[in-house]
């Protein structure tokens, strides 16, 4: 049985009240969030054993490194201070602030042949007209439909 730290998006604060409305409606980050919801990830979760203290949860994990690509920032530490700091992380992240550490033993464990292997293409929209690698397949910020 594994054991993972809870998280709860919806978590009342006093202000502003939660942490979804700290994000507007068509922000990217609530774009992340709703995507790898979506995603089977019990792959990921069975090679948690559940021994130790408890972990952050997968799909956290993987937005946080999702929308940390999209917009920008690679690097485990700058994503760690942008739980701290950007609105965006911290909506993504649930007020939980995972260690550099962390984020970087957790993105080796993602290889690429799972990625490419169980995650659909993802269109991840972006501002700029650059490719956002996040699957199989590079895609332009205009093959996306979304409305950010």
Request: proline share 7%.
């Amino acid at each position: 049985m594994s054991r993972f730290i809870q998280f709860d998006r919806n978590q009342q604060y006093l202000l502003p009240p939660s942490v979804d409305e700290w994000l507007p409606e068509g922000h990217l980050a609530r774009f992340v969030v709703e995507v790898i919801d979506q995603l089977d990830l019990s792959k990921l979760t069975r090679r948690y054993s559940g021994c130790g203290s408890a972990a952050y949860h997968p799909a956290m994990m993987l937005a946080l490194l999702v929308y940390g690509y999209a917009s920008g920032t690679f690097s485990s530490r700058k994503i760690e201070r942008a739980t701290y700091d950007s609105v965006a992380f911290r909506f993504i992240a649930a007020n939980h602030h995972p260690d550099h550490d962390t984020l970087a033993h957790f993105r080796r464990r993602l290889t690429i042949r799972w990625l490419s292997a169980s995650l659909p293409p993802i269109i991840i929209p972006t501002t700029t007209p650059w490719p956002i690698f996040a699957g199989p397949f590079w895609w332009s910020w205009k093959t996306c439909s979304y409305k950010c």
